[in-house]
């Protein structure tokens, strides 16, 4: 058991510290032979054929919560899995922010689910933009802190590795971070690429600061998006407060054991191999569009994207559409008017990339 610590439950909504959650059937603690507590069907479908669908799931299988704890370094108790990160993104929105009446912090540009949660929440979003220099994207911890505290938000939104900045934070600023808004607010660290850098994980931080909450997710590196599995990292007893605000079966059966499965150590190990093979393509795909005519600048990145600036985006676009490669476009978003983000495929699909961003100046020319 970790001590009690007052500090990061004060910063949960006064309305739902002590509310208790749905009281679902799978919550009682009973034993027996005969279940007929669920109003679950006695007899399987057919076309459940291992008869493994018929019952409500465990809410939070001990297994699958012991396997993820130890792939990330944490306890099991300090660990809530979830539909996808996005889940734990809604959650600590919901359970510290008061409708109408909080805000998040975010550092732009980044992932726009932390402010698509805070309209529908009805929080207010500060925005603390990064600072784009010779670096790549840096983030203004000082300014966060100040933002934070003069709008009194409860969260502020890190993602590190960035998407789309591709940069890692620094953990010793996060750290930094987290002891000045002590009470006040909760750092959010989104690690949705965090298998994709050389860096340690904010989860290490964990046991000296209550107010730090890690995002990770098996959608990514571990190439199971449809599956719907990520986890939020944090203090128990705020594990303990998103779990019940959380819905009452959130993890399908038949997704659980497809995360198992990919936990399995022989997994695991195809799952790195996948993992190397992505960050060797990515500083290939980095050193060669720095060196492509008509790419303006590659940024630095600690994902499985690269961001790009073009002198002319369009005809960039235009032409990976024709080979038929279809990227992200950032041209919409303030400060990114030039840029694509490329995802790492294969290394036949980056060389099929590379030979059309080449052709392009050649067509030009
Ligand atoms: C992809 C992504 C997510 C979403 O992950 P899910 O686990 O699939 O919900 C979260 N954060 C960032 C920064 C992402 O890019």
Known sequence: MSAPVAGVIDLVREDLRAFGGYRSARSERVDGQVWLNANESPWANPADADATARRYPDPQPADLRAAL??????????????????????????????????????????????????????????????????DGFTCDFDAVAEAAERAQARLVFLCSPGNPSGTALPLPRIAALARRLAGRAVVVVDEAYGEYASGPSAVTLLDAHDNIAVL?????????????????????????????????????????????????????ATTRERIVTTIMERDALRVALSATPGVRRAYPSQANFVLARFDDAQAAWDALLASGVVIRDFRATPRLGDALRITIGTPEQNALVLETLRGVREAAA
């Open 69 to 134: 704890a130890a792939l990330y370094g944490c306890r099991p108790e300090q660990l809530l899995a979830g539909r996808g990160s996005d889940e734990g993104i809604d959650l600590l929105v919901r359970a510290l922010c008061t409708p109408g009446q909080g805000a998040i912090v975010v550092t732009t540009p980044t992932f726009g689910m932390y402010a698509v949660v805070a309209r529908v929440q009805a929080a207010r979003v500060v925005d603390v933009p990064l600072d784009d220099g010779a």
């Open 216 to 268: 990770r997710t098996l959608s990514k590196a571990h190439a199971l998006a449809a599956a719907r599995v990520g986890a939020v990292i944090a203090h128990a007893e705020l594990i303990a407060v998103l779990q019940r605000c959380q819905a009452p079966y959130p993890l399908p059966q038949p997704c659980v054991a497809l995360a198992m499965q990919a936990l399995s150590p022989p997994s695991l």
